[in-house]
């Protein structure tokens, strides 16, 4: 049985799809069968990995009009990387979650049980907020793993984010584990950065630093793995590199 991790904070633009997509690859390059789940409305984890729209998407699954195996491609460009798509443009997930969602919340719960003997490790990337599609992706999980950015209202997010955990933990009767936090876009010369680290890192988490770097956007807009992305000669920056080693050591402890 594989295990399922969930990268969310209800706040948009904090790195979701950016750290679940280079820890996805992470997995993939380490010789790992990992499969993305892009469970967002948006669709953008699909959109940084796949050129062609492909036939079948999650919504599908979901709805049942097709087995899970028919809807999971490997990503091209990246060995071992498999995505269960959504499509941002004409998709159906946003629908499918403000329609029939309320009726079946541990659809996607079922989903990862049915995929998980297939994959080593599951990683989902949630579309912000924390309405009924997020709280049915992450209790579908074993763990979830919140990106921030180093502001203020972010560390609020955080705040709000425990909060609802334990009550979507108590109401769903979900044992999902959230014990890491990871400050994206850090630069440890800003003060503020600084001060953030130091508020966060309080003891209740294990917190992780990711820098500020230009290969996370350049690779998305190539289409490439991170990890890959060479522009110039120069890819990611050697503290990004150790920082998401770190982390996916520690995700699949
Ligand atoms: N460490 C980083 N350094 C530089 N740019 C970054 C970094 N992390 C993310 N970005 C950029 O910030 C933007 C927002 O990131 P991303 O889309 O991953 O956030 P998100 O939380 O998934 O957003 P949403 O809430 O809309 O799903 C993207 O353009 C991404 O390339
Ligand atoms: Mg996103």
């Not at 967002?40 to 709805?63: C, H, M, R, Y």
């Not at 009726?103 to 049915?114: S, T």
């Not at 203020?152 to 425990?162: K, N, Q, T």
């Not at 890959?228 to 503290?239: I, N, P, Q, V, W």
Request: with cysteine.
């Amino acid at each position: 049985m594989g295990k399922t991790v969930a990268f969310h904070l209800q706040k948009g633009g904090v790195g979701k799809t950016t750290i679940s997509g280079a820890l996805a690859c992470e997995s993939a390059h380490q010789g790992f069968s990992t499969l993305l789940i892009d469970v967002d409305p948006q669709g953008n984890a699909s959109s940084w990995f796949l050129k062609n729209t492909p036939e079948f998407e999650l919504s599908d699954v979901i709805q049942g009009k097709c087995f899970p195996s028919d809807a999971i491609v490997s990503i091209p460009s990246v060995k071992n990387l498999y995505i269960l798509p959504t499509f941002g443009i004409g998709g159906t997930l946003k629908n499918y979650s403000e329609t029939k969602l309320a009726e079946e919340p541990y659809v996607l719960q079922d989903l990862v049980k049915e995929i998980s003997k297939d994959f080593k490790h599951i990683i989902m990337d949630l579309s912000p907020g924390l309405g009924r599609l997020e709280r049915s992706a992450l209790i579908a999980c074993d763990e979830v793993v919140t990106p921030m950015t180093p502001e203020v209202f972010s560390l609020d997010g955080l705040e709000i984010f425990i909060d609802e955990l334990a009550k979507i933990k108590k109401n769903l009767r979900s044992s999902v584990e959230h014990s890491c936090v990871v400050i994206n876009s850090y630069d440890e010369r800003i003060k503020q950065h600084r001060e953030i680290f130091s508020a966060a890192d309080n003891g209740n988490f294990k917190v992780f630093r990711i820098p500020v770097d230009p290969v996370f956007r350049k690779s998305q807009e190539a289409g490439r793995a991170p990890q890959d992305y060479k522009d110039r000669g120069r890819g990611l920056k050697e503290k990004t590199i150790v920082a998401l080693k770190e982390l996916d050591a520690v995700i699949w402890r």
